[in-house]
């Protein structure tokens, strides 16, 4: 289940779900949380930099994502 955008801090590690169509890879990614930009009382954007390892499987152009939907971001080591 999802956790509260609350639930993470900036220094974070965490993996996030990235899907093929816009990253051409599909699959659980990890990184550190940059910063928390909220979007409204209940919602915030997580943003996300991506491992070395992460960024050149999925290209190596994505250094930042940011992340929207809490079901696309857990806590790292959660499989």
Same mark, same amino acid.
């Given at each position: 289940? #999802?956790?509260? #955008?609350? $639930?993470?801090? #900036?220094?974070? !590690?965490? +993996?996030?779900?990235?899907?093929?169509?816009?990253?051409?890879? +599909?699959?659980?990614?990890?990184?550190?949380?940059?910063?928390?930009?909220?979007? $409204?009382?209940? !919602? $915030?954007?997580?943003?996300? +930099?991506?491992? +070395?390892?992460?960024?050149?499987?999925?290209?190596? &152009?994505?250094?930042?994502?940011?992340?929207?939907?809490?079901?696309?971001?857990? #806590?790292? &080591?959660?499989?």
């Amino acid at each position: 289940m #999802p956790t509260a #955008p609350d $639930s993470y801090a #900036p220094g974070q !590690r965490v +993996e996030i779900h990235l899907n093929a169509n816009t990253f051409g890879q +599909e699959g659980w990614f990890a990184g550190v949380v940059v910063r928390i930009e909220p979007y $409204s009382a209940h !919602r $915030s954007f997580i943003w996300v +930099e991506l491992e +070395e390892e992460a960024r050149a499987m999925v290209g190596g &152009g994505v250094k930042l994502v940011s992340v929207f939907n809490l079901k696309n971001i857990r #806590p790292a &080591g959660r499989a």
